[in-house]
């Protein structure tokens, strides 16, 4: 599929923003390769071939094991994850899916268990974040599989 526009090009301002939202979710505290798994199984869920490609790839460039990932669509039944990282991979679908779901008191109780309210925070505009890019991604068919991590990835 050929891309329908250069969003970046289109609207800089708007391209700012949504990067500045992802400035803030890099330095929000939150660990790295948490953040990585979110990003990762929310665009699963969306569909988003650009976004599943750049985030396998920065994953595995922060060292992220093949096993991990490739156990994310079936994270429920992995044994690889630990329980917070499952509390927010489960928060990251019912956010992702909130229409559907509308974030049940389950999933939101147990996230609460492992994070702090900041953290929880933070850890909501980060899957908003990878959503908003998600969309963006999808609806303007950013192309897949020219994406290369930056040689410092790893953290």
Known sequence: ????????????????????????VKGSGLDHSLLELIKL????????A????????????????????????AWEEATVYTDKERAALALTEAVTLVSQTHVPDAVYEEAKKHFSDKELTNLIVAISTINAWNRLAITFRSEPGKYQPAKSAKH
Do not use: T
């Open 1 to 24: 599929m050929a891309a329908r526009l250069d969003y970046g090009k289109a609207s800089p301002e708007a391209a700012r923003a949504v990067y500045a939202l992802e400035m803030f």
């Open 41 to 48: 199984r929310a665009s699963q869920i969306n569909g988003c």
């Open 50 to 73: 650009f976004c599943v490609d750049m985030h396998w790839k920065d994953a595995r460039a922060a060292g992220e094991s093949e096993e991990r990932l490739y156990m994310l669509s």
